[in-house]
């Protein structure tokens, strides 16, 4: 093989790699090109998955919220419960004594 046909020859054997590789970028180029309608959905998509977002951020706020609500009734009736128990012992308490203070006057008065 002479000096020129090795160059033809590898001339030749670039020429069809570069083919190859052109034609290889082409088709995947085709096939994976984005139509516009399918842009078009995943705008919409994305749009809908942020409006969802936001629609959760607003509900975790709002159970936040009442949560911190409902805690605070809690305690404020736990306290009322807690003053009124206290009352109706010492209410108890005093009706414990006023029973002894008048069974002993009925027993000095006997």
Not at 48 to 57: G, I, N, S, V
Request: no cysteine; aromatic share 8%.
């Amino acid at each position: 093989m002479s000096r020129t046909e090795f160059i033809i020859a590898t001339a030749i054997v670039l020429f069809v790699a570069f083919s190859l590789g052109w034609f290889a970028n082409w088709l995947l180029h085709r096939f994976t090109r984005v139509a516009a309608g399918d842009v078009a959905e995943l705008d919409r998509m994305s749009q809908e998955l942020h409006e969802a977002e936001e629609t959760r951020d607003q509900a975790i706020t709002y159970l936040q919220q009442r949560e911190a609500e409902l805690t605070n009734q809690l305690s404020q009736t736990e306290a009322e419960l807690r003053a009124a128990m206290d009352g109706l012992r010492d209410a108890r308490q005093e009706a414990e004594e006023m029973r002894t203070f008048i069974e002993r006057q009925q027993q000095q008065a006997d």
